[in-house]
């Protein structure tokens, strides 16, 4: 019986040292900031610092690829981003995370509303889930590189299924000022 009690205050106080070791506020501000990545733009920023780095590696099939350094400079991306995309709403889905301190790799599903507008479909609002594993370096609380995978292709493709076998829909509101409508 001693030897039990025994084993059970070193499985206690290894477990009270593993919760105390900070991967666990790693974690949570991690989770703070994927979920920020929705359009909660000042939340977002207050994990930046003037040298925070984001990047995505597989963005090139929407261009050069994505690199801007400091809060301004990337904030100003997602915005532009947003609003040239037709993006309504992102709903991140966490999977799972790895947290080795000061790293936690994140894997998610961002669940994007939008406007079909760059899709040549104004009048449609689409869904569509993009696979992303993301990358972040923090230093304390902040966000100092933010490195990106996005499963860009296989989404495009699901939205062009997806516009085409939409039955045509009134103009959402929403939708509006990307479509040109009235």
Known sequence: MKQLIAIFIVLLACNVTLANDGSSQLQENARQYVESLSVD????????????IFEDITSESFGPRWHYVGPDAII???????????????????????????????????????CGVTLGHPNKVLSNPIK????????????VHHTDYGDYDRANRNLERLAKNLPDQPVDPRCEKYSGAQ
Do not use: C, N
């Not at 939340?43 to 610092?49: D, P």
């Not at 992303?132 to 304390?140: E, H, M, R, S």
């Open 76 to 114: 100003d991306f997602w915005q532009r981003s947003y609003r040239d995309y037709g993006v309504l709403d992102v709903k991140p889905e966490i999977h799972d995370m790895i947290v080795q301190a000061p790293f936690v790799i994140v894997t998610y599903t961002a669940h994007v509303t939008a």
């Open 41 to 52: 733009f000042d939340l977002q920023r207050s994990f930046y610092t003037d040298e925070t």
């Open 132 to 143: 992303v594993i993301t990358a972040l370096k923090f230093d304390g609380d902040k966000v």
